[in-house]
């Protein structure tokens, strides 16, 4: 497939109306947990982006039917399925990959897993899912592939190593399958690992704390069929946010999912950034201070990610292109990933005032004026934060592998262009 590139001119303002894509990350747990089942399965509002396709293809192999009933609509039934080998070039393409074992293991006994992929945002450890697999009652060994086996999952009292995403959700379709009560502690209680719990619920699980991080898992549940729709994606929602503000454009984000987007809204107010909820709409006005909020006593600022509900690690770049059109000074301090900040070489280059003090932390000294430059993505949020970048830059930029951008946000420079953005993409879409 050839590369793709975004040839973007910069300095339009934008306005007008945006609906967020469904949640990538509560698509992708969601289609693998799907295979739980024997039952059909209806997901809407599913994002028709390469990680589910990719994803759509692996569940296939393994011998589920999955068919699109309309653009965004998925149907998928896992009549039978067989724990065959898994495409390691697939496997490779996403993180989400990971997402198999537990559906799997539940339902086929074992499951051998090609390494995963992802983004490219520093060490992304797999022992929390091996942890808590083993505590259900697997065996895992682990060669050039992870190899699970469990003839039989049974409840226990798991306290997860750290409130991994994927390792919550893979221990939460196990638990769901095994014999006995769950508790699954320290878990990760994003707005995805909620959606997938609700999804489980619809097909006959039985799941308390949702939300929290203790859930209380009541397996083996008897699952049947389901028609669910997908969550609102907060962090499309928080992209479209730094987009308005860095155009200084009025923007109403649709349907935007707005009991979740708290601590999204916290981390923008920090910038100068306010936001009106009007129903489930999110409008953020034009005329924006953009004045970033010393700490009591004129004190240097922060604005840091940790595990939800506070401000999530996948807004940590958008924030960061956002700081450069805001007055003032902010340290931001990316907790979880040790290479997701080096992205910030290329807004230097555009004429940011970065200080990168170490893989974790950046000083920002805004406003600045950004100049058009050629860029390559090197993962999902940090494409979009150089599109962010680039469409408010004066001047020409050119995004090289936006591929990156495509893995998570569908047919954004479309629906970015309806909106008033001048992006090119290259090659042209089809249909
Ligand atoms: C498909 C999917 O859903 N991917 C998301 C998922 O990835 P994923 O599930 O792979 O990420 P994890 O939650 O496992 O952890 C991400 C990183 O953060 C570190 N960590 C985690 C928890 C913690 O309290 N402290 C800490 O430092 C981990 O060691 C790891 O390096 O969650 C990440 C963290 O929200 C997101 O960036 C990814 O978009
Ligand atoms: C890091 C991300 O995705 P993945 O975990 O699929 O690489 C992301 O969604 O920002």
């Known amino acids: 497939m050839a590369p793709i590139q975004y040839i973007v001119e910069g300095g339009h303002r934008l306005s007008g109306s945006i609906e967020p894509s469904g949640n990538k990350n509560s698509a992708l747990p969601i289609i693998a947990a799907a295979l739980l089942t024997e039952h059909p399965v209806t997901l809407q509002n599913v994002p028709r982006i390469r990680d589910t396709e990719t994803l759509v293809e692996l569940i296939r192999s393994v011998g589920a039917s999955a ?20 495409d390691p070039d697939l496997c490779v393409r ?4 990971i997402l198999l074992a537990g559906p799997l293991l539940a339902r086929c006994g074992e ?36 190899e699970f086996r469990a003839p039989k999952l049974t409840g226990a009292d798991v306290f997860l190593d ?54 209380v898992i009541h397996g083996p549940a008897t699952l049947g069929e389901a028609t669910y729709a997908i969550q609102p994606d907060h962090i499309e929602v928080g992209s479209l946010i730094g987009l308005a503000a860095v155009t200084r454009s009025p923007l109403r984000i649709v349907r935007a999912g707005v009991e979740h987007l708290r601590s999204i809204r916290m ?44 401000f999530p690690a996948d807004l940590m770049s958008i924030a960061i292109v956002t700081a450069t059109q805001c007055e003032g000074v902010i340290l931001m301090f990316e907790k979880m990933f ?34 058009g430059a050629s860029m390559i993505s090197p993962d999902i949020r940090a494409g979009m934060a150089m599109l962010l970048a680039a469409v408010c830059a004066e001047g020409t930029s050119t995004i090289n592998n936006a591929d990156q951008i495509e893995r998570g946000y569908e047919r954004i420079d479309e629906r970015l262009n309806a909106l008033g953005a001048k992006i090119r993409r290259v090659p042209e879409r089809k249909g």
Request: glycine share 8%.
């Open 338 to 371: 040790e290479s997701r900040m080096f992205f910030v070489d290329k807004l230097i280059a555009m004429g940011a005032r970065i200080v990168l003090c170490d893989p974790h932390r950046a000083i920002i000294a805004g406003p600045s004026r950004l100049r």
């Open 162 to 215: 750290e409130p991994s995403v994927t390792a919550t959700e893979n221990a939460l379709v196990a638990a769901v399958a095994a014999d006995g009560v769950t508790y699954l502690r320290n878990a990760a209680s994003e707005p995805h690992v909620q959606d997938l719990a609700n999804f489980l619920v619809a097909l006959g699980a039985r799941i308390e704390g949702i939300g929290t991080n203790t859930m």
């Open 111 to 146: 499951v051998m897993l090609p390494p995963p992929g992802g983004d490219v945002i520093g060490r992304r450890r797999l022992d929390t899912h091996v942890l808590a697999l083993e505590q259900l009652g697997a065996k895992v060994t682990a060669t050039d592939r992870l």
């Open 67 to 86: 068919e699109w009933s309309s653009r965004n609509t998925l149907v998928i039934h896992a009549k039978s399925i067989r724990a065959a080998d898994l």
């Open 94 to 97: 996403i993180r989400a990959s």
């Open 267 to 310: 981390g923008f107010e920090r910038l100068g950034i306010v936001c009106r909820v009007e129903g489930d709409d999110l409008i953020v006005p034009s005329n924006q201070t953009l004045k970033i909020q010393d700490d009591f006593g004129g004190h240097v600022p922060k604005l840091e990610d940790q595990p939800w509900p506070a």
